[in-house]
């Protein structure tokens, strides 16, 4: 029964050419902000990663950061890190949800993220999440990141159709084109 509680990890992926990642960090919780952008670089500068690092407002800035840059920066991947601890309303919910939503829309749309926003009932929680020495969740989210950068280099230039097109199709021919042409 003990092996079902067991956790396995990865090792990090070696990578060809050099990988730039962006750390994006709410500091609301300047010690475990700290602690978790130092597993972050830790776990980058293992795999030969450069980083830079930015800061935002709280965890809802996050995703609007990490959007933004993707859009107008050259990075590779992205490491989300903060804190969000639970209060006395509901306003904990809206923050955890709304960020880790946030990031997941990112990353289906392709960008390479690992989520590293702790979401705990306490801080004593957060301080044990957060410890490199401990279980060391900004380097976890730094290696989410690069597996994912990994796996994108692997798969790019390999394009499939979507839906019922088959792979190896004829050009369509069109009736009564406009121009003269026949083919689309």
């Not at 050099?18 to 994006?24: F, H, M, R, S």
């Not at 392709?110 to 060391?136: F, H, K």
């Amino acid at each position: 029964m003990a092996a079902l509680t067991e956790h396995s990890t990865l090792p990090l992926p070696a990578f060809d050419s050099a990988v730039k990642l962006l750390i994006v960090v709410a500091p609301y919780y300047r010690a475990i902000a700290d602690d978790l952008i130092a597993g972050a670089r830790a776990a980058a500068e293992r795999a030969g990663a450069t980083v830079d690092l930015i800061e935002v407002p709280g965890a809802l800035e996050i995703p609007t950061a990490v959007a933004m840059a993707g859009r107008l920066a050259g990075y590779d991947g992205f490491v989300a890190l903060g804190c969000v601890i639970r209060g006395e309303t509901t306003h904990y919910e809206t923050v955890c949800n709304d960020s880790s939503r946030g990031l997941t829309l990112l990353g289906l749309q392709g960008l390479c993220i690992g989520n590293g926003i702790l979401t705990v009932e306490n801080i004593d929680q957060a301080v044990v999440r957060a410890a490199p020495d401990q279980q060391d969740k900004g380097g976890g989210a730094a290696a989410a990141a690069l597996h994912l950068i990994a796996l994108q280099r692997r798969w790019s230039g390999t394009r499939r159709p979507v839906g019922f097109a088959p792979e190896d199709r004829d050009p369509v021919r069109l009736a009564g084109a406009l121009d003269g042409s026949s083919l689309a």
